[in-house]
């Protein structure tokens, strides 16, 4: 049973500083990795992904992956509070493969 | 461009009622995705079909649920009959083969009474 471990929560960070979000997961054949935004009451909407080792930039985020240590990581620079809100991690055996979630963590930007 | 349409968007039922949950994928995707989201255990897959057909069932959770996919641009979750601990977020999502972005839908809120 493949599994996906995030922090709860919450993770609180002042506005303007940089958030940073991790998830481990169990399977070490999984390929593509997600993180997803999800605000109260709506539904998962994919903000990055990545499928290699290293860095992947897009604006204010980046996400990090370690395949050898089954760590993904989600940064957020210059933190606004409209960035509050649970964000979740998923993996995949790639292509178009269902994915596994983790159980989210909340963060709050603190104005 | 369209993203990912269900209905109902809310739906309220007595526990044994048959409830039939739609889904239209985003126009060019072929590959359609059923999860449920609850506070106990998170957002889990149910099923998913890869240009109309199943590949991966092995998240529905009894027969008492079944899904279909007759065509590329609709498919239907079934619960029948519904029981109480049913009641969840179910979202549908779609992405390509080729690539593995999931799209998600607005999502159901289904009670089960």
């Known amino acids: 049973q493949k599994e996906v471990e995030q922090n709860s929560g919450p993770l609180s960070v002042p506005e303007g500083a940089i958030a940073s979000l991790n998830c481990t997961y169990s399977?070490?054949?999984?390929?593509?990795f997600f993180w997803y935004r999800q605000y109260s009451g709506k539904s998962p909407e994919l903000i990055m992904f990545i499928y290699s080792n290293g860095d992947k930039e897009d604006g204010r985020f980046t996400a990090q992956l370690n395949k050898a240590s089954q760590y993904v990581s989600l940064l957020i620079r210059d933190s606004q509070p409209s960035d509050s809100a649970t964000y979740l991690c998923a993996e995949s055996g790639g292509g178009a493969d269902g994915l596994t979630f983790g159980k989210g963590t909340h963060l709050i930007i603190q104005p | 461009d369209a993203g990912v349409i269900q209905s109902p968007r809310h739906e309220v039922t007595e526990m044994g009622q048959e409830v039939t949950l739609r889904c239209k994928p985003i126009?060019?995707?072929?590959?359609l995705f059923w999860y449920r989201q609850t506070m106990m255990r998170g957002l889990e897959l149910l099923i998913y079909?890869?240009?109309?057909?199943?590949?991966?069932d092995s998240g529905m959770p009894e027969d008492r649920f079944s899904a279909k996919m007759p065509n590329a641009s609709f498919s239907t979750l079934k619960i029948q009959p519904s029981e109480p601990r049913d009641s969840a977020v179910y979202f549908c999502?779609?992405?390509?083969?080729?690539?593995?972005?999931?799209?998600f839908g607005p999502g159901t809120r289904l009670t089960v009474t």
């Open positions: 399977d070490r054949g999984s390929q593509s």
């Open positions: 079909f890869n240009n109309n057909v199943p590949i991966d």
């Open positions: 126009s060019g995707h072929n590959s």
């Open positions: 999502a779609s992405s390509t083969i080729q690539e593995g972005e999931q799209y």
